[in-house]
């Protein structure tokens, strides 16, 4: 059904088709990975692509939950509070997504709920069928437009989880609703492989698959994961006994780096099943630039050593977009980084000198609550008078500014009013009248903001551009009472929000590389496009190391590709 628009590009389409993304067996398949990477397969293709979650938890958002629960809350363009998978999505895809891509049961069932009190059923009995999948299917093709070709949604948990299956109800429909042609089920699965027999085991995903079909869906690709290729008499196995054709079992074996991904994919043929069952007609794919971008992931010249200091470290995911921003700085100086996972809470103690030697630079990410500040403090103290590179977010700006308060301007007392209530010298507040709002959700920064740099600074040499836009997630703000005070000291605004009223950026001027943001950059990197913030700390961190630190060209703006 090819658009006969002569406006829109060969290969687009009037109805938007729809891919759906489900799992099997185990959890943590790569369901995310899998459709990030069929997303950006089908944007080489010169197809519009949108990407989406469906979380089967009751929250309604991830935003209040536990990072060691959930890991990263990844923050869209406009204010949502979303799943990490969008991360994923975004960095594979290189395309901003909003809140629409992040469905949870919660807010399905949020919603639903008001629809009834507002009397929009007109009295009928609210039911799961087809109240709760109408909603469900609405959100789907809510992302279904003019201007998106394909939709890929992915469905979290697994095939016979009771949380996933109105969903798999809803997606079942959804081929009922637009037609066969425009909607593709790929299911994920697991071949393990057992080394007493010495085989590859295809009797998962057969259960797998047949759980799936009792539900009224028949998968038209599988993907099983394996930590080894499967041969063709293991493809023909799966193809027999789970119906599918040949060459729509896509294997999908562990790789080194997660961005090999889409390459694997596409030399498997993933895209052309798709098409094929989609009847899409597009030109074929082309990842040059991709595949340059992770040789040279894969081909560092060398390494340098970065502490990331931090609260929930028994949990890396809970800094994902981090550790991926720091990857990908670390591609533009052709390095590669060497993450030194440092617990905040030991750094004020005895430990504190064993885990910040040996660094080359430090990076205190954002966070909540009280524990561990004031081991980022001292950290940043020690990335101060030490002249280490060191890069501060969100929270980590506002312990660089508590310790520039203490430790250069003398006021000992110095705080946040988010950790010491009664602080006489709160450097860091609530500011925008919200000491009396009740419902603290309501006072939180969100979303996209823009800051304004100062001409010549340290971000303005990083950024190139005098404004920026980056996204946000906090509700303490620098305290404008002390800038003056601060500034006068070395330690300047550098980054402001354009009514001057917030501080978005702050850096030490005589510093080879000290610089925090109020923003997340992390949620604005991509493998083959990082954010500056990054790639500036892995520049300064590679001067270093080599000892430049102090020197003429060290302390000389750095060189970054805009």
Not at 103 to 126: M, N, P
Not at 522 to 537: C, H, K, V, W, Y
């Amino acid at each position: 059904m090819v658009s006969s628009d002569p406006s829109r590009p060969a290969g687009s389409f009037v109805l938007t088709k729809y891919v759906f993304v489900t799992g099997g067996v185990t959890s943590s398949l790569g369901k995310g990975i899998t459709a990030a990477s069929l997303a950006r397969i089908l944007k080489s293709r010169g197809l519009s692509v949108v990407l989406q979650k469906l979380d089967p938890y009751i929250n309604v958002d991830p935003g209040t939950m536990n990072p060691f629960e959930h890991g990263e809350v990844f923050v869209t363009e406009d204010g949502g509070e979303t799943d990490l998978d969008l991360g994923h999505y975004e960095r594979f895809l290189g395309a901003d997504l909003r809140r629409d891509s992040n469905v949870t049961t919660g807010a399905v069932y949020q919603s639903v709920i008001r629809k009834e009190r507002r009397g929009d059923y007109l009295g009928a009995t609210v039911q799961v069928i087809p109240h709760i999948t109408n909603e469900i299917k609405s959100r789907i093709r809510k992302l279904g437009s003019d201007d998106v070709d394909v939709v890929i949604t992915e469905i979290g948990g697994t095939v016979g989880d009771i949380e996933g299956l109105p969903y798999l109800e809803a997606i079942r429909q959804m081929r009922k609703d637009v037609g066969r042609a425009n909607t593709c089920y790929i299911h994920v699965t697991l071949v393990p492989y057992l080394p007493t027999s010495e085989e590859l085991k295809t009797k998962p995903t057969q259960h797998s698959v047949a759980e799936l079909r009792s539900t009224g869906i028949h998968p038209d690709v599988i993907v099983p994961r394996s930590d080894r290729p499967i041969d063709d008499s293991v493809r023909r196995k799966i193809s027999l006994f789970c119906d599918v054709d040949s060459d729509a079992v896509i294997n999908a074996t562990d790789a080194a780096d997660i961005y090999e991904v889409p390459l694997d994919m596409l030399a498997a043929g993933l895209d052309r099943v798709v098409c094929r069952v989609l009847e899409i007609d597009a030109p074929e794919a082309d990842l040059s630039d991709w595949r340059d971008m992770v040789h040279q992931l894969a081909h560092p010249e060398e390494t340098v050593t970065i502490g990331l200091v931090g609260k929930y470290i028994d949990l890396p995911d809970a800094y994902l977009s981090v550790v991926e921003s720091l990857r990908h700085g670390a591609r533009a100086n052709k390095a590669k980084v060497d993450i030194r996972w440092i617990p905040a809470e030991e750094v004020d103690g005895l430990l504190a000198e064993s885990h910040l030697e040996g660094l080359h630079g430090i990076l205190v990410p954002g966070g909540f609550g009280i524990r561990g500040v004031e081991g980022k403090i001292h950290a940043i103290r020690h990335a101060r008078e030490n002249a280490i590179p060191f890069l501060g977010l969100c929270l980590g700006l506002q312990c660089a500014v508590i310790e520039y308060a203490r430790n250069v301007l003398g006021i000992n007392d110095a705080h946040s009013t988010e950790f010491d209530p009664t602080t006489q010298s709160p450097v860091i507040d609530l500011m925008l009248d919200q000491h009396d709002v009740e419902d603290m959700g309501g006072t939180m920064r969100l979303g996209v903001y823009p800051a304004k740099l100062t001409p010549g600074s340290l971000a303005d040499q990083l950024y190139g551009e005098p404004l920026v836009y980056e996204r946000h997630r906090h509700r303490w703000e620098v305290n404008n009472r002390y800038r003056s005070a601060l500034a006068d000291a070395g330690m300047a605004a550098s980054g402001v929000s354009p009514d001057d009223r917030l501080v978005e950026i702050v850096e030490i001027t005589d510093h080879p590389y000290f610089i925090a943001s109020q923003f997340h950059p992390e949620f604005t990197s991509r493998p083959d496009a990082p954010n500056p913030m990054f790639t500036g700390l892995v520049a300064a961190a590679l001067k270093y190391k080599h000892h430049d630190v102090g020197s003429e060209s060290a302390m000389a703006p750095l060189q970054v590709e805009h």
